[in-house]
């Protein structure tokens, strides 16, 4: 299984791309809030960094962050169901916090660029 992960920003192209995909998957955004009462709309909030695992260009695995009243809060963390049991949420989770810890030892509150990895 071929699969990247990229750390996005709200406000990207790509990151509106992506969140538009999953709003369209009514199934998915049942489930979404059936396995961990959460919704696309945390998604949307300028501010919220987003490390994403694709697989064929379709978000697999996910963890968001952003900065409220000074500290890093993690949200809509998930897993599609067909993609479970494959690591791909760490990916994204190693990604999220690789991320936050360069750029808090850099002095930076969050990511304000994408940072493609290979996974």
Do not use: K
């Not at 969140?19 to 998957?25: F, M, T």
Request: hydrophobic content about 35%; proline content about 5%.
């Amino acid at each position: 299984m071929r699969h990247r992960v990229t750390t996005l920003t709200h406000g990207q192209p790509e990151y509106a791309e992506l969140l538009d995909q999953i709003r369209s998957d009514t199934t998915l955004v049942a489930g979404m809030w059936d396995d961990a009462e959460s919704r696309p709309d945390e998604l949307d909030v300028p501010g919220t960094w987003w490390s994403v695992a694709l697989v064929d260009g379709v978000p697999a695995a996910w963890c968001a962050a952003r900065v409220e009243g000074g500290a890093l809060r993690a949200l809509c963390n998930y897993e599609r169901a067909g993609y479970r049991g494959q690591g791909l949420y760490e990916v994204a989770y190693r990604e999220r916090h690789r991320t936050v810890r360069a750029h808090q030892a850099a002095g930076g509150d969050l990511p304000v660029q994408s940072a493609d990895r290979p996974a």
